[in-house]
C-alpha cells in the first residue's frame, strides 16, 4: 500500500517563510493600496517583515512542515 501523504497548503506555503531557526516570517498586510490615511508610523511598521508568534507557529505546525 502506498503511504498517504500530507500536501503543501499553497496559500500559506506563499505568505509564510521558515527561518533556519525555526522562527515562521510573514509580510504584514494592508500596504499595497488604499493607504492615504495612513499615518508615517503605520507604513514605515507595514513595510518590515514580522515574527509569528510561537502559539500560531505550534497551530501551523503541520504546513509548516511540509514547507521545510
Same mark, same amino acid.
Given at each position: ?6 500536501k503543501?497548503? #499553497?496559500?500559506?506555503? $506563499?505568505?509564510?517563510?521558515?527561518? !533556519?531557526?525555526? @522562527?515562521?516570517?510573514? /509580510? %504584514? ?11 508615517? #508610523?503605520?507604513?514605515? $511598521?507595514?513595510?518590515?517583515?514580522? !515574527?509569528?508568534? @510561537?502559539?500560531?507557529? /505550534? %497551530? ?9
Amino acid at each position: 500500500m502506498k503511504k498517504i501523504k500530507q500536501k503543501t497548503h #499553497k496559500a500559506s506555503a $506563499k505568505k509564510f517563510q521558515v527561518r !533556519n531557526s525555526g @522562527s515562521v516570517k510573514f /509580510k %504584514r498586510p494592508g500596504a499595497n493600496h488604499n493607504t492615504v490615511g495612513y499615518s508615517t #508610523k503605520r507604513m514605515r $511598521k507595514l513595510r518590515k517583515a514580522s !515574527n509569528l508568534s @510561537s502559539a500560531d507557529a /505550534k %497551530r501551523l505546525a503541520r504546513i509548516i512542515d511540509m514547507m521545510r
